[in-house]
Structures are given as C-alpha cells and as structure tokens.
C-alpha cells in the first residue's frame, strides 16, 4: 500500500513494524468500542445465518473491497469528515467495511448462492457494493478533479497489465495443476488482487510515492539495486514475488478448497482482499493525489 510521501516509510526495530504498515493505528476508544460492536452484530448475524461460502459469493465482495481501499485513499488526503474520519484509517476502515458488507451478506443469504440472478446471495452482494463501490469511487474522483485534476494514465495502465498479466498466469497454472483448478475462480481473483497490487505499487515507485510496509519497501530497494525497468521501475522484484507467491496459495488452498469448499474459498476469499484491497487504494490514490 503506497503514501504520497516518500519520507513517510517508518523502519521498527521489531519483526512487527517490519509488517506492519505505516499509519497503522487504532482509532480513540469511542470509536473502537463501536466499531466492535459493528463487527461483533455482522459476525452473529452470519453465525446465526451461516451463509453458504461459493465462488459466486467471494467474486460478490469484490467491488465491498473496493469501498474500504477507496475509503483509506480519501482518509489519506484528508478529504473526510471530521466526525467519521478515526473510522476511516486503517485498520479500522475495513472492519467498518466487513461490519457493512457482512450484515448485506447475512440479510442475502437465505436465498441461492450459486448464481447471479436477482434475488440471490451473489447477485445482492454484487448489487449493493457496486454502487456502494460506485458512489465512494465517483466521490474521491469528484474531490481529486475539485482539488487540482485527476491522473487517469497510470492506473488505468496498470490494471490493464494486472487484468492481462493475472490471466495469463492463471491459465497457465490451472491447465497444469488440478489443485488450482479447484480453486474456481476466486482462484483468479487471487491472482488478480496480488498482481495488481504488486504492479500498482510498482507504477507508484516511478511516480513518486512510497510503499507504507517495511518489508515491501525492502524487497523494492533490492529489485533496485539490481536492476530498474520501464514502467515497473525499482519495484518489478516485488511484482515478481507477489504473483509467485499468489500462484502458489492459489495451488496450495485449491488443494483444501477440493476437499472443503466453504472454508477453503472463504479462506481464498481472504487472500485476495489482502491483494485486491490494496492494489484498489493505489489506483484510487494515484487518481486523486
């Protein structure tokens, strides 16, 4: 995840600050008790209701992940209300996401989880978070337009290359392993998250901004004194290792997914939006910082 200042890379002496982003807090007491609270009902709410996990339904969260990564870009320019702003940094907006998000969910789930049509889990899911996704994403591009212009170039760049790189990738290892087969397309989704927040990271170092976490900020810095390409710069090292290191949960927790469907793409689900959120609130940043 990137910052627009270069000078805001923070180096801890521990193995957590070397995982930890910069920025990373809790929000003041208030705040978090009642951000639990909205968790906590989310969480029962799906206990009680026990939704069935299918790759429709992670595909469904996609654009919700958007919503918390575009929310962190605004929260990162300032351009929130004072009032909802301890809510907004990380990580508390993508509990405050998840709270959302996991509420729809419960209210969807008792009907069909295995196709689009409407009513459906997928198709309500997909519904509410693509406008949702829509009004956050039109909001932050409204403001950046407001506060001196947009940049369009670059993201749009990389997400074409993510989209194009991602499959790709994923073709190839789904004819050449069953395991990753079983994966479905959260599968894909996976790949896609982790490539494009390796490539959106990697546009972001020729642009000017700075990876918040230490250890990517490491392994950019190697990439760099080895070698800098067009368009991924420094970073084309840390792209590298995200889409290997993608591919291979992919084949790994397809394995599982073959044997338990709801925990493994649940879990596959999870992995993407580690990918996915991110990659999101670069483009995002890039467009109106």
Do not use: C
């Amino acid at each position: 995840m990137l910052v627009a200042d270069r000078n805001a890379f923070r180096t801890g002496a521990t193995s957590a600050a070397m995982v930890l982003p910069s920025g990373f807090a809790l929000p003041p007491l208030p705040y978090l008790l009642a951000l639990l609270a909205g968790v906590a009902v989310a969480g029962a709410a799906l206990y009680r209701t026990r939704p069935r996990v299918t790759p429709r339904v992670v595909l469904a969260f996609t654009p919700w992940m958007v919503v918390g990564a575009s929310l962190y870009a605004l929260f990162q320019i300032e351009a929130v209300p004072a009032a909802v702003r301890p809510l907004l940094g990380t990580p508390a907006v993508y509990l405050a996401t998840f709270a959302v998000a996991g509420l729809v969910w419960a209210a969807a789930s008792p009907f069909g989880a295995d196709e689009w049509d409407l009513p459906s889990t997928p198709g309500l899911l997909l519904l509410i978070g693509t406008l949702t996704a829509g009004g956050v994403v039109g909001s932050a591009l409204r403001i950046g337009l407001n506060r001196g212009g947009l940049l369009l170039g670059p993201p749009l760049a990389a997400l074409v290359a993510s989209l194009v790189v991602a499959t790709g990738v994923w073709l190839l290892t789904v004819t050449n392993s069953e395991d990753a087969s079983a994966a479905s397309s959260v599968g894909w989704l996976v790949l896609l998250g982790h490539t494009l927040d390796g490539i959106s990271t990697a546009v972001g170092s020729t642009l000017g901004f700075g990876e918040q976490t230490p250890l990517s900020r490491l392994i950019i810095e190697l990439g760099g004194e080895l070698v800098s390409l067009p368009f991924l710069g420094p970073a084309w090292l840390f792209v590298v290792v995200k889409v290997a290191l993608a591919t291979f949960l992919v084949v790994f927790v397809g394995e599982y997914a073959a044997e338990e469907p709801q925990r493994g793409y649940l879990l596959l689900g999870g992995v993407a939006a580690v990918g996915l959120g991110p990659g999101a609130h670069n483009l995002v940043l890039f467009a109106i910082a």
